[in-house]
């Protein structure tokens, strides 16, 4: 929910009338400090943890019937991370960039305070780099997981990014700060 309204409060083609929150009205005039409900970067370094959580510790070798197991797991993972990272330097600019595991309260804080920052180029930088490998596997069109549950009579097929829409997107944002005419072509491809 904070996603949507950081995005779409602070659009041209939203308004907030007077019932609206203190708080509401601080996003919507792009206002907001510290203090502010919806101005939450921990949300997103939640998924981006979670993700590296996952990616250090699941079995990336593990075969069976002669494919890897968690493939398209691991892809999916790695465009919610993705995801998570777009949004953040869209956002705030330069955050700290992690890509390593942090289970304690002293490691995020010095990840914070000292760690690695990176501004929406470094950041798409790194994420292209990272789901390439990935974008034209044949194995499975969507590279997504192929779960058939549902939610709410909802597939969560849904639920996942394909890897080629993350890939192209991160192109299409990286392109926009770089003018560089190949990362329009690539988000095309």
Known sequence: DRTILLGEVRADLVNVNESASLMLKQLAANATDESNIYNNP??????????????????????????????????????????????????????????????????AEEAVLSGERRDLVGICDFLIEDLRPYAFLSRNDDLRPSYSASFNKVSLQKCFIPVRVMLGELCLWRGSFTQNQNDFVDAAR
């Open 42 to 107: 921990s949300d997103y370094y939640d998924v981006i943890n979670s993700c590296n959580i996952y990616l250090a510790h699941v079995d990336s070798n593990l075969v069976t019937h002669g494919e890897k197991k968690f493939l398209t797991e691991i892809i999916a993972v790695k465009c919610y991370r993705a995801w998570a990272y777009l949004e953040l330097a869209k956002i705030y600019g330069e955050v700290p960039f992690i890509t390593a595991p942090i289970t304690t309260a002293n490691a």
